[in-house]
């Protein structure tokens, strides 16, 4: 195994040992992960060389050797492109997503092995080891380094569990998409508040909308703020229209008025107009709580015809299923049926009879501490909002109350 901080600024020579210049970077396929090119630097000028004429990288040689009549060309400040990845550039000292450990750590130095003639990169240290590496590299000899830094705690990632922030490479994009879409959406949240602000936009920018609705919906709230405020407009639109119109509601109202009616007039006219309607009340009134995005039943139903329509449900909608409104034609509040109740309900009897004794509502303009004081009095799962006539407006859910009181502490 060899340690990029061993072979940084190595001697290159040609075959007669004559010095050309020393290491720079290695330029790495993002593919089978196999250094492709030596680039090293001579003065202010950039040269790369494939690694098919790389005779020997040996730092207890102290030098890279390159072939007999091997002649290096000049190199762009990039380093690599397109598919390429540059170890230098864009690896070593980099944050990056440890997929499988769901966090965010920074990269000390890069293990590399020789396999066949060709050299590839398998692990990247996180861990003291690894710094203690890159601080004695090139002071004292590799041998003793290797001794010191045995002493130190040791921790690596494989190469397959390493998510860049900000890769160059499609392939490696889409590594890092697919790994990231595999994680729970509160794991990735916490990644996202381990970044620095233009690494969360970046990921959240490579990430699928519905992915990263799911994830945003879970970070703080000045998170969410930071990151709608630094992607562009219509990716911002694309992620509010996937999140339930109160959510997407409580983010815009902590964005500047300017940037928050820019993102609602980039949105779905129907996903903006919910919204709307949402922001129009006090942030900590039942209207401002409220989600107007719910599952609703009418009231000559079947308890039946009831659980064969949830069966049907899109999953943001069932997934804070708990208990189901029921309604007249008018839109009218007639109770509240708990899941639980519905499924002990024989299947031809009407959905009235699955409904709770109770059905307690509040209007819009109801105040945090009364809706706090129905959930605490009836232990509900789900109070809902009338206007003066009695019609539902929307629902509010356990979960949004618990969320804006931890929000208050």
Not at 121 to 129: E, K, Q, W
Not at 382 to 409: K, P
Request: one cysteine or more; proline letters at 5%; hydrophobic letters at 40%.
């Amino acid at each position: 195994m060899i340690h990029f901080s061993e072979v940084l600024a190595l001697p290159v020579t040609d075959s007669e040992l004559k010095r050309l210049g020393k290491v720079d970077d290695l330029v790495v396929d993002s593919g089978e992960a196999a250094v492709q090119s030596l680039v090293l630097r001579r003065g202010k000028e950039r040269l790369a060389v494939p690694w098919s004429q790389v005779t020997a990288l040996s730092p207890d040689h102290g030098r890279a050797e390159l072939a007999e009549g091997s002649t290096p060309v000049p190199v762009g400040a990039g380093g690599g492109e397109g598919e390429l990845l540059a170890l230098k550039r864009d690896v070593l000292d980099k944050q990056i997503i440890d997929t499988h450990g769901r966090k965010v750590v920074r990269v000390n130095d890069i293990a590399l092995e020789e396999q066949e003639g060709r050299l590839y990169l398998r692990r990247v240290d996180v861990g003291l080891a690894g710094a203690v590496r890159r601080l004695l590299a090139g002071v004292v000899r590799p041998q003793v380094v290797r001794r010191l830094a045995a002493g130190f705690p040791h921790r690596d990632i494989r190469w397959d569990y390493v998510g860049l922030v900000d890769p160059r490479s499609a392939t490696i994009r889409l590594k890092v998409h697919q790994q990231l879409a595999r994680l729970h959406p509160a794991d990735l949240a916490d990644i996202i508040e381990d970044l620095g602000r233009v690494e969360r936009s970046a990921i959240v920018s490579s990430l699928d909308p519905e992915t990263a609705a799911q994830a945003l919906s879970e970070t703080e709230p000045e998170v969410q703020a930071a990151v709608v405020e630094q992607i562009t407009t219509d990716r911002a639109a694309d992620l509010l229209e996937e999140m339930p119109p109160d959510e997407a509601a409580d983010i815009l109202g902590d964005l500047s008025e300017e940037r928050s009616q820019a993102v609602l007039d980039a949105m779905e006219e129907e996903d903006a107009d919910d919204v709307r309607e949402l922001l129009s009340f006090e942030e900590n009134s039942a209207g401002g709580l409220m989600t107007t995005e719910f599952f609703r039943a009418g009231e000559s139903w079947s308890a039946g015809d009831v659980l064969e329509a949830i069966r049907g449900l899109d999953d943001p909608v069932i997934s804070e299923l708990d208990e189901v409104p029921v309604v007249t034609e008018k839109g009218k509040l007639v109770g509240v049926a708990p899941l639980a109740a519905l499924v002990r309900t024989p299947a031809e009897a009407p959905v009235t009879a699955a409904c709770r004794t109770e059905t307690p509502s509040v209007g819009p303009g109801a105040p945090f501490a009364e809706v706090v004081s129905w959930f605490e009095k009836y232990h509900l799962r789900t109070l809902a909002v009338v206007d003066e006539h009695e019609t539902l407006m929307g629902i509010i859910n356990v979960e949004d109350v618990f969320t804006r009181l931890s929000r208050r502490r």
